[in-house]
């Protein structure tokens, strides 16, 4: 059965450094979607992305964030300078159509 | 923010019993929901969806109850089995944006 992959399961990161989170979707989707959940805490949604533009995106995803998919394959959150807060495990989802949703098994993400 | 919260954080059953997981919800613009399952370290799985015309949807094993008025949403898990252990978050869709509840624990005894 397919599934949405995400790498590395695990990154620490200095905090101010750049990082990228890489997601492959199933591969017949259309709609993708990044979220985290800071430990502890709620799902909440960063960002919905479809037909090559990002489509919806909550407060939490400003200026810092941005998503990219530049292979047809692949799906990249980058947070441009981490900050402590950003630590969270960060899920991507795909699906074929809204709101149709197969997640990731996740990225732990750990900003010092 | 919106609000959507659960009523319980744990839930224990015995293995073979119904459990009843609710969720309440605030925003009466919400128009579809959704059951997520989340076992460690992955992420969340779908279970089961509800349109907000509608009040009851069954899948298998599973059914879910959208009572409008009281804008309360519950999750039905019928002969509880272990590998139900999880936790089982609602999400309610307002315009384009998803909004999770905290999750409930449920826990199932041998």
């Known amino acids: 059965e397919p599934e949405v992959t995400q790498t590395p399961s695990h990154q620490v990161t200095q905090m101010g450094q750049e990082v990228i989170l890489r997601c492959v979707p199933i591969s017949n989707h259309l709609y993708f979607y990044w979220y985290r959940q800071i430990l502890g805490q709620k799902v909440e949604f960063l960002v919905s992305f479809y037909n090559n533009e990002i489509s919806e995106k909550s407060e939490i995803f400003d200026d810092q964030f941005s998503v990219e998919r530049p292979d047809g394959s692949n799906f990249t959150l980058k947070i441009r300078s981490t900050k402590l807060e950003d630590s969270a495990m960060y899920f991507c989802a795909s699906g074929t159509a809204q709101w149709t949703q197969y997640f990731g098994p996740g990225t732990r993400l750990l900003v010092l | ?110």
């Open chain 2, 1 to 110: 923010g919106e609000s959507v919260g659960l009523h319980l954080p744990t839930l224990s059953v015995q293995e073979g019993d119904n459990s009843i997981i609710n969720c309440a919800y605030s925003n009466s613009a919400s128009d579809y929901f959704i059951w997520y399952k989340q076992e460690s370290g992955k992420g969340p799985q779908f279970i089961i969806d509800i349109r907000s015309n509608m009040d009851k949807r069954q899948g298998q094993r599973v059914t879910v109850l959208l009572n409008k008025t009281v804008k309360h949403l519950s999750l039905q898990i019928a002969a509880t089995q272990p590998g139900d252990s999880a936790v089982y978050f609602c999400a309610e869709n307002i315009g384009n944006q998803f909004y999770f509840g905290t999750g409930t624990s449920l826990t199932v005894i041998p």
